[in-house]
């Protein structure tokens, strides 16, 4: 596509519940990272891939946090039994490779209640 | 490790000059700079590679001291729109031909505000 679609934009849970967060990069681009940011806050690396396998996934916070990637496309980001800590924006983004700028997406608003 | 960004923020009037600066602790593959304005996604701006190669925008220019691991962003004859919160994001030299094989860890981010 033309640019890094997330989806959802925005998602509200209960604490103790899943969710699954949705990015789907520039066609050919075979670097993915993911991001968060808390409000007024800079950026938290979680997760980067290349192709799909995940040489640097250091920034995951806990074992509550997993990610996939198929096909060299699209990813998912899962945090299980989700906190009120976990609210933030989720930002993916993608690169043609390790030596190229960073597309971001626009983010997953993540609210946990 | 955080790399550390200074100064923490600065307003300047339009057609005014800053510079903004980066610094690592970590011998450094790659220096990224990035614009965020408030409610959007961060807008990459300029690459800097160990080597001296750099890719970015015309209007934006920025250094890359390698012996130093920092890098200085200059913004010139500033404009409203460059207001924003700037990013520096860096990536580990790792010694050998895996540079660059961990994601960018930013700074904690430059808020610049223009004043007409």
């Known amino acids: 596509g033309a640019g890094v679609s997330q989806s959802p934009s925005n998602k509200v849970t209960e604490k103790g519940k899943d969710v699954e967060l949705r990015c789907d990069p520039i066609?050919?681009?075979?670097?993915l990272y993911w991001y968060r940011q808390s409000l007024g806050q800079g950026l938290e690396f979680l997760i980067y891939?290349?192709?799909?396998?995940?040489?640097?996934k250091s920034g995951l916070p806990s074992d509550r946090f997993s990610a996939e990637r198929t096909g060299g496309s699209v990813s998912t980001l899962t945090i299980q039994r989700t906190q009120q800590e976990d609210s933030a924006v989720y930002l993916c983004a993608s690169s043609r490779d390790r030596a190229d700028g960073y597309t971001f997406g626009s983010g997953t608003r993540l609210t946990v209640v | 490790q955080q790399p550390v960004q200074s100064p923490q923020a600065v307003i300047l009037r339009e057609g005014e000059d800053a510079v903004i600066n980066c610094s690592s602790s970590k011998a450094l593959y790659s220096v990224h700079w990035y614009r965020q304005k408030h409610g959007e996604a961060p807008v990459f701006l300029m690459i800097l590679l160990k080597g001296g190669e750099q890719k970015g925008h015309e209007k934006i220019s920025a250094s890359f001291n390698e012996k130093k691991q920092q890098s200085s962003l200059y913004l010139t004859a500033s404009q409203l729109s460059y207001s924003g919160t700037y990013f520096c994001g860096t990536q580990t030299d790792f010694g050998y031909s895996g540079g660059g094989a961990d994601g960018l860890t930013f700074g904690k981010g430059t808020h610049l505000i223009i004043q007409p």
């Open positions: 066609s050919g681009h075979t670097a």
């Open positions: 891939f290349q192709g799909n396998s995940a040489p640097d």
